[in-house]
């Protein structure tokens, strides 16, 4: 059974694996901080970190993404990608779906 968390009047449903909750280490909750904020891709998150943050993580960028797309295969995160005019495709990464899909 997932765990089911409140935030902000939106229930997230936390995937669970084997009977526990999947293992989370600080920079993934950082991640997910930030998240909470708004949806994101990778470089507006990276962005985000190097002009704010610089001071609280030395978080590279790799790891943000590597950490994004495990987060996003374990279920704590949802993806979808969008496209703006000729640019190539982006990942965005959410903590929970948009409120009108959830309605």
């Known amino acids: ?3 089911t968390i ?3 009047d939106t229930i997230i449903n936390m995937p669970q694996t084997g009977g526990r909750t999947p293992a989370m280490d600080e920079r993934s909750l950082f991640l997910l901080g930030i998240l909470m904020v708004q949806s994101a891709h990778g470089y507006q998150i990276n962005d985000f970190i190097e002009k704010n ?3 609280v993580t030395d978080m590279k960028k790799a790891t943000a993404y590597a950490l994004l ?3 996003s295969r374990s279920g704590l995160v949802t993806v979808h990608t969008e496209q703006e005019g000729n640019r190539p495709p ?6 929970y779906a948009r409120r009108s899909e959830a309605v």
């Open 53 to 55: 943050l610089i001071q």
């Open 90 to 95: 982006r990942k965005v990464f959410s903590i």
């Open 6 to 8: 409140g935030v902000n």
């Open 1 to 3: 059974m997932p765990l």
């Open 69 to 71: 797309e495990r987060m």
